[in-house]
Antibody, heavy 119, light 107 residues
Framework: QLQLQESGPGLVKPSETLSLTCTVSGGSISSSSYYWGWVRQPPGEGLEWIGSIYYSGSTYYNPSLKSRVTISVDMPKNQFSLQLISVTAADTTVYYC???????????WGQGTLVTVSS | DIQMTQSPSSLSASVGDRVTITCRASQGISNYLAWFQQKPGKAPKSLIYAASSLQSGVPSKFSGSGSGTDFTLTISSLQPEDFATYYCQQYHSYPYTFGQGTQLDIQ
């Protein structure tokens, strides 16, 4: 059974960099059938797509975050990662990683991790 | 960006009821539309992709329809575990966008 697990600091200071990793188990991140993505959700609010990556390294980012976001993939570790620079309180949200089958939307999701931006 | 608008924003229903949630896209997205269920404190759960195809393991009480700009999610014979927030999402073009959500409460 495929599982995705987010990991990283739960507290980040304003203006610093948020870094999260999604570890994929039960499947290969190098499969040609899938993208891998990040989605975030402020507490009590809706969902926002951050970006997606293919195992080859091709990336797509939400223009609203593009200047601050980098998504990368580490095939030997079967992981992909999110970096968000220059964070503010507005970046305090739950961050989810997810698998994105080509042409089929998201199917499997991680449990999510809350990141709080505060000094 | 493609805007996704769900209606209603909230809905009260009783166990055993059948409910329908609507999602409208600001431009045509063919059938590149997914539906998710989310319970408090939990990750979204994928229900439907390609507007009307059920994800593996999702019961047939959930059904989706539509194409172009107008889509619906119907849930039949509501059970207590179905009361949650439902989101639509388009994956026709980047940036992927979600509806604002429909909160389904027990009446």
């Amino acid at each position: 059974q495929l599982q995705l697990q987010e990991s990283g600091p739960g507290l980040v200071k304003p203006s610093e960099t948020l870094s999260l990793t999604c570890t994929v188990s039960g499947g290969s991140i190098s499969s040609s059938s899938y993208y891998w993505g990040w989605v975030r959700q402020p507490p009590g609010e809706g969902l926002e797509w951050i970006g997606s990556i293919y195992y080859s390294g091709s990336t797509y980012y939400n223009p609203s975050l593009k200047s601050r976001v980098t998504i990368s993939v580490d095939m030997p570790k079967n992981q992909f990662s999110l970096q968000l620079i220059s964070v503010t309180a507005a970046d305090t949200t739950v961050y989810y990683c997810a698998r994105v089958p080509m042409g089929l939307g998201f199917d499997f999701w991680g449990q999510g991790t809350l990141v709080t931006v505060s000094s | 960006d493609i805007q996704m608008t769900q209606s209603p924003s909230s809905l009260s229903a009783s166990v055993g009821d059948r409910v329908t949630i609507t999602c409208r896209a600001s431009q045509g997205i063919s059938n590149y539309l997914a539906w998710f269920q989310q319970k408090p404190g939990k990750a979204p759960k994928s229900l439907i992709y390609a507007a009307s195809s059920l994800q593996s393991g999702v019961p047939s009480k959930f059904s989706g329809s539509g194409s172009g700009t107008d889509f619906t999610l119907t849930i039949s014979s509501l059970q207590p575990e179905d009361f949650a927030t439902y989101y639509c999402q388009q994956y026709h073009s980047y940036p992927y966008t979600f509806g604002q959500g429909t909160q389904l409460d027990i009446q």
